[in-house]
Structures are given as structure tokens and as C-alpha cells.
């Protein structure tokens, strides 16, 4: 067996990422499906690392993982369900932490990330604050599964008469023919969080044309403008008030030209002063990157580490 090898995984709703790197030898990406928020997060996890190693012996895994609860919060359990690869360091963390860390690096800002759900996390001289991310019940605004049960409930309005006319229901119906049916069905769909924030590109691309759909786009940019405010409100500190603050926005639903401009709009005319920078890199660079989270970070509060 090689020894030494680090696996990082970037685990979202609806895929896992995960880099294996072996000393001396090229490295290798795999994608797995996505977390399953109603089942026991650190079998998957495992699961997943089992079957990116191959049979390589792991050293140290690194997790970044979406919906990550307090109660799973524990690496040490993540070391003890991956002993049979070797592995000697275990961390563990929000994705949100892993985000910022591959979109920001060191630097102190903001970072919002928007895909299938939504997370703000902001890093001050010695604050840390999380703002939303608590999932698709009771929050993730501005997230795709937003967007999509926006696109759905506008579309189930005009079909009924009490909404306006939308094609979103013509695109409702490449879906679901019987409209009348199409809630019974994903209902008892299993992957229906992801068939929901998979009307999202739909709403981006008819936001020209669909006074609707544009006005889904719009609600959405103010949702994340509005949280990553928050966010960097509660990591100043009163010398910090004059200070531009770097913000990140990542994930698919910043692909709507629409939504990226407006939410950039807001920001420009909000509260706080902030200027928008490009990723450095990915959640799984920031997977990789928690080897390198000193005690002393802000952010290390926020990273569980188990070794054996």
C-alpha cells in the first residue's frame, strides 16, 4: 500500500467532490453523489473516502460538508469510521468554513455560496459569522431551491388564475404533463430537493423576457445581498467601519448575469463598503486548505480535528 496519501471532500447536496493527492504520484479527482440529509452523515463520508481511496492507504481526510450539525460535528468519529484506510488526522468542518477558505484564503471578507442552498460566512479580525444555510425549510433564500420553489409556486398561480401568465408553466409542464398530478409526484420524490433547485436555470434564462421570472431573480440578488450584510456587520469591530471588506460570490446561481449584477448593486448601495473578488479557488481547495488553519485563526474554533 502507498502511505502518506490526504484526501479532501467537498460534500454538497447534490454531489461530492473529492481529491485524493499521494505523494510522488499524480492526483486524483472523483465525483460521488451528494450528501442524503436525512441519514447518518459520517457513514457516507466514509463510504465516500473508501471508495476514492481505491485501496490506497489514507492518511488524513478533510471534510467540508453542507447541512453539517453540531451533533456531527466530530471528527473523531470520522477517524474511527475511516480506520480501515490507515488514516492517522481527521477534520471536519462546515462547507461554509471551506468555502471561504478556497474563495478567500487568509483574507478577511465575506463569502456567499449559492447552489442547491445557500451559506454567508464572514471572517473579521476575531469574529466569525455564519448567516443563513438552515436549509431548505426555514431558510437558504436567494439558494436555487429558492429559485425553483418560487419558479413552481408562480407557475401553480397561473395555472390556477391567481397569478400572472408565465411560461414558467410551460416549463413546469415538460416535466410534469398533468400539472394537477405534478405535487403528488415530487412529494413522494426522494430527490426532490434536487428536482426543485433544478427549475432554477430556467428562471435565469426567461428572466428577459418574463417579468415573473425577473422578479424571482431580483428577490433572490436581495436575499444574498442582504445576508452577506449581515454577516459582515457582525464581524466589525468599530475601527473597521471605514474598511472595504472582500466579498466572494460563488456557486451556480451566481451564473445569472441578472442576479450577480443586482446583488453587487445592493452591496455597492449598502451599509458596508465591499469590493467583489474572484475565487482563488474552489470548497475543495478549502477542503485541502484546513491543514493549514492555526489555532490562533478565527476559523479554528469552527474546525473539528481528531489524530490518533
Not at 9 to 25: N, W
Not at 84 to 110: C, K, M, N, P, Q
Not at 122 to 150: F, Q
Not at 175 to 187: S, T
Request: aromatic share 4%; hydrophobic share 45%; net charge negative.
Amino acid at each position: 500500500m502507498t502511505e502518506g496519501a490526504a484526501l479532501a471532500i467537498d460534500a454538497g447536496q447534490t454531489g461530492m467532490k473529492i481529491r485524493m493527492t499521494v505523494p510522488g504520484a499524480q492526483t486524483r479527482e472523483t465525483t460521488l453523489p451528494g450528501v442524503r440529509t436525512h441519514e447518518e452523515l459520517i457513514p457516507q463520508l466514509a463510504a465516500a473516502a473508501r471508495t476514492a481511496a481505491a485501496g490506497i492507504e489514507i492518511a488524513e481526510v478533510s471534510a467540508g460538508v453542507s447541512g453539517l450539525t453540531r451533533r456531527e460535528s466530530d471528527a473523531t468519529a470520522l477517524l474511527d469510521a475511516t480506520g480501515d484506510l490507515g488514516t492517522r488526522i481527521a477534520r471536519l468542518t462546515h462547507d461554509s468554513v471551506t468555502a471561504f477558505l478556497g474563495t478567500l484564503g487568509g483574507e478577511r471578507g465575506a463569502v456567499v455560496a449559492a447552489g442547491t442552498g445557500v451559506v454567508t460566512l464572514a471572517v473579521g479580525r476575531s469574529r466569525v459569522a455564519r448567516v443563513d444555510g438552515w436549509g431548505n425549510i426555514m431558510g437558504d433564500a436567494g439558494s436555487a431551491y429558492w429559485i425553483g420553489r418560487e419558479a413552481l409556486d408562480a407557475g401553480m398561480r397561473a395555472y390556477d388564475g391567481r397569478g400572472p401568465r408565465t411560461p414558467l408553466t410551460d416549463v413546469m409542464r415538460e416535466r410534469w404533463p398533468d400539472l394537477e398530478e405534478a405535487y403528488i409526484d415530487l412529494q413522494a420524490d426522494p430527490d426532490r430537493i434536487r428536482i426543485v433547485a433544478s427549475f432554477a436555470p430556467a428562471v435565469a434564462e426567461l428572466a428577459d423576457s418574463d417579468t415573473v421570472s425577473r422578479s424571482i431573480c431580483v428577490r433572490a440578488a436581495e436575499e444574498l445581498a442582504r445576508s452577506v450584510t449581515a454577516a459582515l456587520e457582525r464581524v466589525a469591530e468599530a475601527d473597521d467601519r471605514s474598511a472595504s471588506w472582500a466579498v466572494g460570490a460563488v456557486g451556480g446561481v451566481f451564473e445569472s448575469e441578472l442576479i450577480r449584477s443586482r446583488f453587487m448593486q445592493l452591496l455597492d448601495e449598502g451599509p458596508v463598503a465591499v469590493h467583489l473578488v474572484s475565487a482563488r479557488g474552489t470548497g475543495l481547495d478549502g477542503a485541502v486548505a484546513l491543514s493549514g488553519v492555526r489555532p490562533q485563526h478565527p476559523l479554528s474554533a469552527f474546525v473539528s480535528v481528531a489524530t490518533r
